[in-house]
């Protein structure tokens, strides 16, 4: 059933890692990012596993939450490596008709397959460890300095947060009028690709019409209660960087400065 | 021939944390011609409970039958559009389902696909609205989102009475509308049932169901609790009160009558048969302390 | 108090391409501490006048006044929005963030207010309605009754002397139909603020001071509850619902002269007849 969709995946919790706030773990994700493509030998690489290792343990997160994450990209992991593997020029080491495998090329499967996993899974410890909302303050006030040049932040971030609220609501609403039109003889599992998509008509045109209505009478409410933009808002939960920030970022920038390092070795 | 509900369990999220027991044990008859009023509140497992009626939902446990056929059987499978046909369902604001740009076709949409032709499409467009006194001459060429909301909502079941259902099952078909609109909407519904529907009308109204069921269930849990005709139900009031559905505001008027010591009957359902016995009461009462 | 001057609104309908008359030169006042309720069917114009009272409409014709400030008064929109609080009929659109308290703190955001202040007011509003339990929760796993009672508290925590209810309880159950009546009677007797109930149900038509009934944008009746149930002819003609029991209070009346006629409520009528 659709309602079995997990969304926004946050795991309450009361890890260090919970405690970060969002902008810290935001940023320190980019830096992780840049880290991870900086390395080029295997030394940097094995760093950064046990760092990761590190980190995932620090979040208390069961492991097979990262393992649905990973469910969920295996394909694409796969699809890398097995052309990393077959494309790669280099030394022969295995070949069969117009198939190579070269040292080169496993290299390079190694390479990717470990960095697209270890990116796969800190991000995903951002997302389980941050609240919808603490995520959406996060971006909202990391992305305020480039309001000046017409950047929308505040809006960005108010989209986000009815999106997020809206999503079940719509998941729910959707299954009701399957329901309904299943009632009315519709059939939305047989026939091909062309039918099945004429079948989605009865089920999203009022599902729109649904949402504008919604839209519209949330407007509504939302200028009631004094909505007014981004302007001279307060927020109930105010951002704060404690000491616990300070230390993640310097650590961030060693994790940076090492990698850099490890290029050398 | 009739719809029965044999034993019939059904576990959401079977197996996970989260799995939840909607319907225990349910046993029910609906026989041809009646009007079945089911009664419970939010979550009692009701609309859990009619979506079995066609398969839309099939049960845990147990066998719903319609006419005979099972629909767990494995002969069921090929006869899916046949069983919605005969039993069609209005769910819950059924407006929100209107999709068409016009009235006739959003009426069409069942009999199409149902595979019928042209011409018997229409007729079946016609029928239905005609059913629901809706103007077919007039509103046929209209956009079903220019209606009024009540007119909406009566074009929505005229899209499932197209389907031509033996039995039709109604979710709570007046919530929503204002007074006006909800007298209307049952009394089109008793006269659907007059002209021979089979109706099981799903309600939290004790007093909509007091006036028009011939028979009723009341679910509470999942479960059965209560079942028989509106007079025999309303008498364990005890148990209404406990099950949290109350009875209709009047039947709870003479059992307070009662106990304040008036001598009334506490089976009455009817506006003007409570006044009677209530002046009878009095006149009784004047009787006995004249005496 | 609120002021109504010959208020008409008069809006354009484009399914028909006509000029509709949603109000119809309507003069009220509506004073502190009142519970007031709005009767009439769809269609009548009580939920356009509710809009007028926070100046989410603006008036084609006449002035409505807030506290002596009125509302076509841009320089006040947020002060008349502040005072006048408006809680609506869809109890889904109109809960804003992903949790029951960050959803009540949305108006105090919206004034600007100190995160500390904020904080003491969600939870002041949220114990008002009976929610605290729930202020972690995400709104789509709550009740109807649950989700209007969130609802109620986003808009005392802006601290409105007003409060109008636009058919609160049109889309709920049983259940939270006594949920949300049982709160908005609290409301009005325990913190003194201002009720403003556009509604349908004459059950809780019953419980206000006064009574408003209208039809085609006018008003038709207005008086305590007594008062207006007193026309029951009126009212069935007019198509609204007559409690039963106060139909039933009418019958007996007229066959005998010594039942009164103005019984609302089960007790009054059981104290009537078995005294």
């Known amino acids: 059933m659709l309602k079995d969709i997990t969304i926004g995946q946050y795991l309450p919790g009361n890890s260090l890692l919970h405690k970060l706030d969002p902008r810290t773990k935001i940023l320190a994700v980019l830096l992780y990012m840049i880290a991870l493509f900086v390395v080029n030998n295997f030394w940097g690489l094995g760093a950064m596993l046990i760092l990761s290792i590190v980190v995932i343990l620090i979040s208390k997160i069961p492991l097979r939450f990262f393992f649905r994450g990973i469910k969920a990209i295996a394909f694409i992991v796969l699809l890398t490596v097995a052309l990393q593997m077959f494309m790669t020029p280099g030394e022969a080491l295995w070949q069969w008709g117009f198939l190579t495998i070269t040292k080169e090329g496993i290299r390079q499967a190694i390479f990717m397959g470990t960095r697209l996993l270890l990116l796969v899974s800190l991000t995903s410890i951002l997302t389980l460890t941050t609240t919808p909302i603490s995520l959406t303050d996060g971006i909202e006030n990391l992305l305020k300095p480039f309001q000046r040049f017409g950047m929308p932040a505040h809006e960005l971030a108010m989209m986000m947060t009815i999106a997020l609220r809206f999503i079940p609501t719509l998941v729910e609403e959707t299954e009701k009028i399957m329901q309904a039109q299943a009632a009315r003889g519709a059939d939305f599992e047989s026939g091909n690709l062309v039918e099945r998509a004429k079948a989605m008509i009865p089920l999203l045109v009022p599902l729109f019409l649904n949402a504008f209505k919604r839209a519209d009478e949330l407007a509504m409410a939302m200028e009631a209660r004094c909505y007014h933009g981004g302007e001279n808002r307060t927020r109930l939960k105010a951002l704060k960087y404690g000491v616990r920030d300070v230390v993640t970022g310097v650590l961030c920038l060693c994790m940076i400065a090492g990698a850099f390092f490890t290029r050398f070795i | ?291 | 108090m609120i002021k109504l001057n010959h208020l008409t609104h008069i809006f354009y309908k484009e399914s028909t391409k006509q000029e509709v008359k949603a109000l119809d030169d309507v003069s009220l006042e509506i004073h502190e501490g009142e519970h007031i309720a709005v009767l009439g069917h769809n269609g009548c114009g009580k939920s356009t006048l509710a809009k007028h009272l926070n100046a989410l409409l603006l008036p084609t014709e006449g002035t409505v006044e807030v506290d002596a400030v009125d509302t076509a008064s841009e320089a006040d929109l947020w002060t008349i929005r502040q005072t006048v609080g408006m809680v609506f009929q869809n109890p889904d659109n109109q809960l804003v963030a992903t949790t029951v308290e960050e959803d009540v703190a949305f108006g105090p955001e919206n004034m600007g207010m100190e995160p500390s202040i904020i904080r003491k007011r969600v939870d002041e509003a949220l114990e008002a309605v009976g929610m605290q339990e729930y202020k972690d929760k995400g709104p789509h796993l709550l009740s109807g009754g649950q989700k209007q009672r969130v609802a109620i508290a986003g808009i005392i925590a802006m601290r409105p002397k007003y409060i109008v209810f636009d058919e609160p309880t049109a889309m709920l159950d049983p259940l939270g139909r006594r949920e949300v009546m049982e709160t908005m009677q609290r409301l009005n007797k325990e913190e003194g603020i201002t009720i403003i109930n556009i509604t349908h149900f004459m059950e809780e038509a019953v419980l206000a001071d006064r009574v408003i009934v209208m039809e085609h944008g006018r008003i038709v009746l207005s008086g305590t509850p007594k008062e207006v149930f007193t026309h029951v002819d009126l009212l069935k003609r007019m198509q609204l619902d007559v409690p039963p029991v106060v139909e039933l209070a009418a019958l007996l009346h007229k066959e005998n002269k010594q039942i009164a006629a103005d019984l609302m409520t089960i007790e009054e009528m059981v104290k009537e007849l078995c005294p």
Not at chain 2, 27 to 38: D, K, R
Not at chain 2, 119 to 133: P, S, Y
Not at chain 2, 169 to 195: M, Q, W, Y
Not at chain 2, 199 to 210: E, G, Y
């Open chain 2, 1 to 291: 021939m009739s719809l029965e509900v044999k034993h019939v369990f059904y576990t959401y999220q079977e197996g996970s944390p989260t799995e939840s027991h909607a319907l225990q044990d349910i046993c029910l008859t609906v026989n041809e011609g009646e009007f079945l009023g089911i009664v419970g509140h939010t979550g009692s497992g009701k609309s859990t409970l009619i979506q079995h009626l066609n398969g839309l939902l099939k049960p845990s446990r147990g066998d719903v039958l319609v006419d005979g056929l099972n629909i767990n059987q494995k002969e069921a499978k090929g006869k899916l559009k046949e069983l919605r046909m005969k039993v069609g369902i209005v769910f819950q604001y059924p407006e929100y389902q209107l999709f068409e740009e016009t009235v006739e076709q959003d009426i069409a949409f069942g009999p199409r696909n149902l595979g019928l032709n042209d011409t018997e499409i229409r007729q079946r467009v016609q029928d239905a609205m005609a059913l629901l006194k809706l103007d077919y001459a007039s509103l046929r060429k209209q956009s079903p989102f220019d209606l009024s909301g009540g007119q909406k909502r009566k074009v929505a079941i005229a899209g499932v009475l197209a389907m031509q259902p033996k039995y039709l099952v109604l979710d709570e078909p007046t919530a929503g509308l204002d007074p006006k609109g909800r007298e209307e909407f049952l009394e089109e519904i008793a006269t659907l049932h007059r002209k021979g529907m089979t109706i099981v009308m799903v309600s939290h109204s004790m007093d909509d169901v007091a006036r028009y069921a011939q028979r009723m269930v009341v679910l509470d849990h999942g479960q059965i609790r209560l079942q028989g005709t509106p007079r025999e139900v309303f008498s364990n009031h005890a148990e209404l009160e406990a099950i949290g559905v109350g009875v209709p505001t009047l039947t709870k008027l003479l059992l307070e009558l009662k106990a304040k010591g008036l001598n009334v009957r506490t089976d009455l359902i009817e506006l003007h048969e409570i006044k009677d016995e209530i002046l009878r009461a009095l006149s009784e009462r004047e009787e006995m302390a004249k005496c």
